[in-house]
């Protein structure tokens, strides 16, 4: 039986069980909204909602009820079989996609996501003899041997080796680094619209257009990785959608299932009968009880208007943010972000800072070193981004003479 168990006695515990692969500090233990409670009853706003995953806020109604009454109908049948859920999943996302004669796969996680994309690609190009994707410096696309090597960063590499092959990297923003890689090896491109991990960067307005024009001149594939800023984050249903841009195929999870695990594959009619039986699977793939986790997700989204909401909390909160860049040019770079997917970019590393909004009670992520990553639920009422801000305010204020040794020392 489950026991309630103290921060202390949580850590230890974990400690003793559990592979260090984090290194957490905080136990939480019940989410409402915008707002999450630790295991001492001490109250913060989450904004880090679980990584863009709790995009809808903690414990929202539809989605419990959603999956309660799967969990007591069906959870799970294989894909041996149909099952009524996972289709009209797939159609929601289809039609949010936008993409002509689109068809879904569904997985468990952003990596496994795009290890599926991946072999897509590669499947397709195999008649022609294309295999190389050509993905970019400072991206992120998870953790399994193939999506690590796609990862244009070395740091979750080493150690790790021998690596596949077939993988090369271009500067994110520069078309002339892309089309330097291309070759009769290429198979495809492979971009998030707005670079996560690598320091919440969006790709400049002329650069998604432009790769698009790139792959159809080369006759290749754009695929894009949406597995952090799709299912709404960005104001828009997916990132590249905030750029005009239609990829032939592109890979979801973190925020599609609420806090649910699950990932897919939405695939245009270039790739959609690409696998066939016996090509890829996954046991748990589009369960009725994720699927059922999922489709509550895109009709709350429609529902409650949270993709204009995002648009309006975004603008309100990097606004904000802004602001307090400009009241802390010594050691506050700017804002980057689009919706509610924002970085606080620091000429510093991010990591004090991170604890001391901590101390106000926000949740927040410090990634690529100097960046203070925020990414509120897409619930966040204006009253909580603004009470945020107000304790990121006072958090300045309290680390300003560190932050400015801190520059002056460098
Ligand atoms: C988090 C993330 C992944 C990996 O997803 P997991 O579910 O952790 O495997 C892949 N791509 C992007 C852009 C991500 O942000």
Request: aromatic letters at 8%; charged letters at 20%; proline letters at 5%.
């Amino acid at each position: 039986m489950k026991k309630e168990l103290s921060t202390t006695e949580i850590a230890d515990l974990h400690q003793t069980y559990v592979m260090p692969t984090y290194a957490p500090k905080t136990a939480l233990v019940k989410g409402l909204g915008a707002w999450v409670w630790d295991a001492e009853g001490q109250r913060y706003l989450d904004f880090c909602s679980g990584i863009a995953v709790t995009n809808i806020g903690h414990s929202h109604p539809r989605l419990v009820k959603a999956i309660q009454e799967q969990a007591e109908q069906l959870l799970h049948v294989s894909n041996l079989f149909y099952n009524p859920v996972q289709p009209q999943l797939a159609a929601a996302l289809a039609t949010c996609s936008g993409l002509p004669g689109a068809k879904c796969f569904f997985c468990n996680s952003g990596a496994e996501a795009n290890e599926g994309i991946i072999k897509l690609a590669r499947l397709w190009g195999s008649d022609q003899g294309r295999h190389e994707i050509i993905t970019f410096k400072q991206s992120f696309h998870g953790r399994t041997l193939a999506t690590l090597t796609a990862t244009g960063q070395d740091k979750v590499k080493h150690g790790f080796g021998p690596l596949p092959e077939g993988f090369v990297y271009a500067d994110y923003n520069d078309l002339d680094s892309v089309r330097k890689l291309m070759g009769p090896q290429t198979v495809a491109v492979m971009v998030e619209a707005l670079q996560g991990e690598g320091g919440v960067i969006p790709s400049d307005p002329e650069f998604l257009p432009a790769l698009r024009a790139l792959c159809d001149e080369a006759g290749i594939l754009l695929l894009c990785d949406e597995v952090q800023a799709g299912v709404g984050r960005t104001g828009m249903w997916f990132g590249f959608q905030q750029y005009g841009v239609q990829p032939d195929a592109f890979s979801l999870a973190k925020g599609l299932g609420g806090g649910f695990p699950i990932g897919g594959i939405v695939a245009g009619e270039r790739l959609a009968d690409t696998f066939q039986p016996g090509h890829h699977a996954t046991t748990f793939g589009g369960t009725p009880l994720g699927s059922a986790a999922a489709l509550a997700v895109i009709e709350t989204i429609q529902d409650e208007g949270l993709l204009e909401h995002t648009t309006e909390m975004g603008k309100r909160f990097m606004d904000g943010l802004a602001h307090l860049a400009m009241k802390y040019p010594v050691w506050i770079e700017g804002v980057r972000g689009l919706g509610l997917m924002n970085g606080l970019v620091l000429k510093v590393p991010a990591a004090r800072l991170q604890e001391a909004v901590f101390e106000q009670g926000l949740l927040s992520i410090a990634t690529a070193q100097r960046v203070l990553r925020m990414l509120p639920p897409m619930v966040v009422s204006a009253e909580e981004v603004d009470l945020a801000l107000s304790w990121i305010d006072a958090a300045c204020k309290e680390v300003h003479d560190e932050m400015v040794a801190l520059v002056e020392a460098t």
